[in-house]
């Protein structure tokens, strides 16, 4: 059985389109925090910023890795 978006152009469209809004949404989150105020204390530095990309590419060589490990696709 195919997904809904692989048979339903119009559902494809619409995920499509939620997926670009929310994109929009984070980086525009993301720009107000490179805005702050001059004299504002910085939380958070280097280290939690290389934890954080530690985690991001762990996750990601996971999700790509699990298949092959649990033997999927038969």
């Given at each position: 059985?195919?997904?809904?978006?692989?048979?339903?152009?119009?559902?494809?469209?619409?995920l499509l389109l939620v997926t670009l809004a929310?994109?929009?949404?984070?980086?525009?989150?993301?720009?107000?925090?490179?805005?702050?105020?001059?004299?504002?204390?910085?939380?958070?530095?280097?280290?939690?910023?290389?934890?954080?990309?530690?985690?991001?590419?762990?996750?990601?060589?996971?999700?790509?890795?699990?298949?092959?490990?649990?033997?999927?696709?038969?």
């Amino acid at each position: 059985m195919k997904p809904y978006v692989d048979t339903n152009h119009a559902a494809g469209l619409l995920l499509l389109l939620v997926t670009l809004a929310w994109a929009v949404l984070e980086l525009a989150a993301f720009a107000r925090g490179l805005n702050a105020r001059k004299g504002a204390t910085k939380v958070g530095g280097r280290s939690w910023r290389v934890f954080a990309w530690t985690c991001v590419v762990a996750a990601n060589v996971l999700l790509y890795l699990a298949p092959r490990a649990l033997g999927w696709p038969p």
